[in-house]
């Protein structure tokens, strides 16, 4: 059986992707109902993190403990990858010690150049073109508030980057329409490739009928010279009240999080009865574990 890695949601099949998020739903009510689940006794994770994280290191750092195994942190500052160690070599060394890695970095070439000399699974922790991880816990949240997505309309407000092109992959995968509110300079440059998105310069025109309405910080990691610029060219499209309103009567919203309240969504819509934001936080961890429990068993037999 060959290597199987995480680094976007087209390294799965829409088959693998819906088994991920019923394993999710269910590793949920196990952990809530307090029972031990320890598929992974012995087994270590290892996590790269060149960008700063709050749910993703927790989320992975938390799932590894209760699937009975560990993790470990590592930052370019204190390993030889920050001193020019070659990723390859990285990959190597860590293949023959971990069963996992996590990598959070900035090229999504990264990943791919880790993935390729790695001989343990590769789970991508967010580059600047993917954040497939959190796709698994928003579309874990959707299922539990809404069932099937198939046939639904999603609103991406705002930038179209990595979060933005991790919903394009999955609108493909479980067919439902996205429509991607944003200024023309901002428009993922391979929006064509994915049929089911499509651009709406208009953010009322992207909102109108949405049963989702999703968005994400306007200047993200990595981009903070360009902070200003981007204020000024989202401002029209932060979620609040009004637009809202032109979204379906039961529309929900969601945030990947961090959030920054009065910019690209108001507080009103991000503690507002529609937002399932803590939720989704929370369905990150349920989602990894999935994930893990399935890359590193699957990886082994
Ligand atoms: N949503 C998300 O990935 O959060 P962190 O940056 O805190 O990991
Ligand atoms: N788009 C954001 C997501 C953070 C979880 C960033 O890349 O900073």
Not at 34 to 51: D, N, S
Not at 92 to 120: K, P, Q
Not at 271 to 280: C, F, K, M, N, R
């Amino acid at each position: 059986m060959s290597l199987r890695h995480f680094l976007t949601l087209a390294d799965i099949t829409a088959e693998e992707l819906e088994t991920l998020l019923r394993r999710a739903a269910e590793l949920r009510a196990l952990h809530r109902a307090g029972e031990l689940h320890e598929p992974l006794r012995g087994r270590v994770l290892g996590m790269i993190f060149e960008k700063s994280s709050t749910r993703t290191r927790v989320s992975f750092e938390a799932g590894m403990a209760q699937l009975g195994g560990s993790a470990i942190f590592l930052s370019p500052r204190d390993t030889q990858l920050g001193r020019g160690e070659p990723i390859e070599d990285t990959a190597r060394v860590l293949s023959g010690m971990v069963d996992a890695v996590m990598i959070r970095t900035f090229d999504h070439d990264n990943v791919e150049r880790f993935a390729s000399a790695s001989s343990v699974p590769v789970i991508n922790g967010l580059t600047d073109d993917h954040h497939p991880c959190q796709l698994l816990a928003d579309l874990q949240t959707w299922q539990a508030h809404r069932g099937e997505i198939r046939g639904r309309k999603v609103a991406w407000m705002g930038d179209g980057n990595n979060m933005c092109r991790s919903w394009m992959q999955a609108a493909d995968m479980l067919d439902f329409q996205l429509a991607i509110g944003c200024p023309a300079d901002y428009v993922p440059e391979d929006l064509a490739d994915y049929a089911n998105s499509r651009h709406e310069t208009s953010p009322m025109a992207a909102v109108e009928g949405a049963d989702l309405v999703v968005t994400d910080v306007w200047a993200s990691m990595g981009m903070e010279d360009e902070e200003q610029a981007r204020l000024a060219a989202f401002r029209p499209y932060q979620v609040n009240e009004a637009l809202m309103e032109a979204a379906a009567g039961e529309a929900l919203f969601m945030h990947c999080l961090p959030a920054h309240r009065g910019e690209e969504v108001s507080a009103g819509v991000l503690d507002g009865p529609q937002s399932v934001v803590w939720e989704e936080a929370e369905n990150r961890l349920h989602a990894q574990k999935a994930l893990l429990e399935w890359l590193v068993t699957e990886n082994r037999q």
